[in-house]
């Protein structure tokens, strides 16, 4: 049995993670150590809380008190760091935080987990920390190219700043005493359990109640999207067999402009929820600011050294993922009620007037 400590596993990706892994794994123990901010949500994991291989532990990756407690406690084998302010508007508004999680608290984990791993030869036997990051440290492509590992940093929003900040400190770690972190950079996920302040489940949830569908500027930004269940396959292979000291790219190839997904789930809702739920409802808004123009990710190193690719094409995993939030209205109901509504209406306000 393999103990892995997975941090914010109450959120979107770290939900579905745990669920792939304990619903295809026996030889693993979850400990989720998740803050639960307004983005972690136990609701996504209570079929699992009774499962004899996981335990969640509320708590904040800045508490070098609580992780030596934890470390202490249980025979930690892997280390999935997904824990993290996410969302690029809310980095646009209040930085600190994010530097604060996605730097500070990094790092806390990078440091604890070193004291309690090293042994006096300095070798980590089987250990393996994984850093999840993203395509947005790599900044904004033009019309043409990929993103590849050997692509420099160029982050350009608080958010994507503080997790490149991340990304230096686990690779100083390695560098530095060799600590085994393995980084992956992926695009954007999507599928269930995502909060609905990120642009799929924002455009359903919106359709579904008849509101305006805020496109940013000209609506033609590219990003390049991938389903969630084949993110966390790839992630439990790079646990399985990434090489440590480098980075994986994982992506899909499958780039879309915002304004061709939001029509996709207009399409999808107006033929099967409400013939009234149309194009009409799309309304360009002022742009976010420093607003990356197109993403794109070159999985090559990735598909051959670990045999990885995604499964799942977008036409099928747009159309699970909507069904997904028909069938868990109550879910999203709960989730954009409270502190949704305040946010929603600092980022969207005047909309409806
Ligand atoms: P999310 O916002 O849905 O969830 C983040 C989780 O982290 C929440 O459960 C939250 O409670 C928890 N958390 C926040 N601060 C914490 C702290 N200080 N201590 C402990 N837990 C804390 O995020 P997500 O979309 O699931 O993203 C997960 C990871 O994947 C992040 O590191 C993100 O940068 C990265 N990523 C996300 C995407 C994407 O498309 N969603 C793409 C690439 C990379
Ligand atoms: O690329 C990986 C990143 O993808 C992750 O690292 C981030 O954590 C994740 O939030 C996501 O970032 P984006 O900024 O790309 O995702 P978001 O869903 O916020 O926006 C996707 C695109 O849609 C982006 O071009 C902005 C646009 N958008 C978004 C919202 C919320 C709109 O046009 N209107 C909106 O209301």
Redesign the pocket.
């Known amino acids: 049995m393999k103990t892995i400590l997975v941090t914010g596993g109450a959120g979107f990706i770290g939900s579905n993670f745990i669920h792939y892994l304990l619903g295809n794994y026996s030889e693993y123990k979850v400990i989720n150590l998740d803050l639960l901010t307004y983005a972690g949500n136990l609701e996504n994991l209570k079929d699992l809380a009774h499962h004899g291989n996981y335990l969640f532990i509320q708590g904040d990756i800045s508490s070098s008190a609580l992780l030596e407690a934890i470390f202490k406690a249980n025979p930690i084998d892997y280390v999935v760091n997904f824990a993290a302010e996410?969302?690029?508007?809310r980095s646009i508004r209040e930085p600190e935080i994010f530097v604060r999680t996605n730097v500070l608290g990094t790092a806390n984990l990078l440091n604890v987990a070193r004291k309690y791993w090293v042994n006096r030869d300095d070798s980590y036997g089987g250990n393996k920390f994984i850093q999840i990051s993203?395509?947005?440290v790599y900044g904004s492509l033009s019309a043409k190219g990929f993103f590849t590992e050997d692509t420099p940093y160029n982050p350009r929003s608080p958010?994507s700043a503080s997790?490149a900040g991340a990304d230096l400190l686990a690779q100083s770690f390695y560098a530095t005493y060799g600590f085994p972190v393995v980084i992956t950079r992926?695009?954007?996920n999507y599928g269930p359990y995502q909060f609905p302040?990120?642009?799929?489940p924002?455009m359903i949830n919106n359709a579904l109640q008849k509101k305006p569908l805020?496109?940013?500027g000209d609506?033609l930004?590219i990003?390049d999207w991938l389903y969630v269940e084949d993110h966390c396959a790839a992630i439990t292979l790079v646990l399985q067999k990434g090489k440590v000291g480098t980075v994986y790219n994982i992506g899909g190839r499958n780039e879309q402009t915002?304004l061709q997904v939001v029509k996709t789930i207009i399409n999808y809702l107006q033929k099967h929820v409400d013939p009234l739920i149309t194009v009409d409802l799309i309304k360009h808004v002022a742009d976010?600011k420093g607003?990356d123009r197109r993403?794109g990710i070159d999985p090559t190193k990735i598909q051959t050294e670990l045999g990885w690719s995604a499964q799942t094409p977008f036409h099928i995993g747009i159309e699970k993922t909507i069904r997904w939030y028909l069938e868990h209205q109550e879910w999203l109901a709960n989730v954009t009620s409270g502190e949704y509504q305040s946010y929603y209406q600092k980022i969207y306000g005047r909309l409806e007037q």
Do not use: A, F
């Not at 996410?86 to 508007?89: N, R, S």
């Not at 302040?197 to 799929?200: D, M, T």
């Open positions: 996410t969302h690029v508007d993203t395509d947005e958010y997790k992926c695009g954007n302040e990120k642009l799929i924002l805020p496109v940013y609506g930004q990003r915002n976010r607003h993403y």
